[in-house]
C-alpha cells in the first residue's frame, strides 16, 4: 500500500483529474476529426461549425471528469485516486470513451464507404474497362 503524504495528496488527485481529463480529450478531438472528415466528404462546408467541433474536444471531457471528480471525493477520496475499486465511478470515465470508440467505428465505416462510392464513380466514368 503506497501512502501519500497529506501535502502531496491534494497536488497528486489534480494530476489524476488532468490526467483523466487529457485521455477524454483525445478521444473527443478523435470523435470531433472524425466528424470534420466525414462533413467535408458529404460536400458541405467544415468552418461553420468549427465552434461545435472546438465545444466537442475541449468542453465534452469535462461533461464527465467533473462528476468523476465529485464521486472519487465523495466515495473513494483516499490515496492519489490511482486505484479504482468502486465499478461504478470508474464507469463514468469509461462510458463516455467507449460511446467515442462506438461513433469514431460507425463514423470510420461511413467514411470508408463514402471513398468507395467515390472511386467506383470514378472508374464507371473512365471509358476504359481495364481500370474497372
Do not use: M
Not at 17 to 42: D, I, S
Not at 95 to 104: K, Q, T
Request: with cysteine; aromatic share 12%.
Amino acid at each position: 500500500v503506497t501512502r501519500v503524504s497529506p501535502q502531496a495528496g491534494p497536488a497528486c488527485r489534480v494530476a489524476q483529474t488532468v490526467a483523466q481529463y487529457c485521455v477524454g480529450a483525445n478521444y473527443a478531438w478523435a470523435t470531433a476529426e472524425g466528424l470534420f472528415l466525414l462533413r467535408l466528404l458529404l460536400s458541405t462546408s467544415g468552418r461553420r461549425c468549427l465552434p461545435a467541433f472546438l465545444l466537442l474536444g475541449w468542453g465534452v471531457p469535462v461533461l464527465f471528469v467533473v462528476p468523476w471528480v465529485v464521486l472519487r471525493y465523495l466515495y473513494e477520496n483516499e490515496g492519489c485516486w490511482e486505484r479504482n475499486e468502486k465499478a461504478a465511478v470508474w464507469w463514468v470515465i469509461r462510458c463516455p470513451i467507449l460511446v467515442a470508440v462506438a461513433v469514431n467505428f460507425v463514423v470510420f465505416v461511413r467514411i470508408v464507404r463514402i471513398l468507395v462510392a467515390k472511386v467506383r464513380a470514378h472508374q464507371v466514368a473512365r471509358g476504359d474497362t481495364r481500370l474497372r
